[in-house]
């Protein structure tokens, strides 16, 4: 097997890993709707999300994906708002 064919069935083995880690979060997004709506809170909380943030950042150990990372969870955190707010409207 040549080393692209290797690394591409890599890559494929950990976006497999992803999808149901994100199917997962986003389960978890809905129930949290739930719980926002029945205490009447609403789906924005900044701070919360800064603490995620932070927190994941703190996680890497190649400082150099420090920026990507922060993008992939400000858009992750984007995404778990859109699903909360059609579970609530629902």
């Known amino acids: 097997m040549d080393e692209l064919k290797k690394y591409r069935n890599e890559i494929d083995?950990?976006?497999?890993?992803?999808?149901?880690?994100?199917?997962?979060?986003?389960?978890i997004s809905k129930e949290i709707?739930?719980?926002?709506?029945?205490?009447?809170?609403?789906?924005?909380?900044?701070?919360?999300?800064?603490?995620?943030?932070q927190k994941n950042l703190s996680y890497l150990k190649n400082k150099e994906y420090r920026f990507v990372l922060?993008?992939?969870f400000r858009n992750l955190m984007n995404l778990s708002k859109l699903i909360q707010n059609e579970q609530n409207d629902h």
Request: glycine share 6%; charged share 45%; net charge negative.
């Open 13 to 27: 083995e950990i976006d497999k890993q992803i999808t149901e880690l994100f199917e997962k979060r986003m389960d």
């Open 33 to 53: 709707a739930k719980c926002k709506k029945e205490q009447q809170i609403g789906i924005l909380n900044a701070k919360r999300e800064e603490e995620v943030i």
């Open 70 to 72: 922060e993008g992939f």
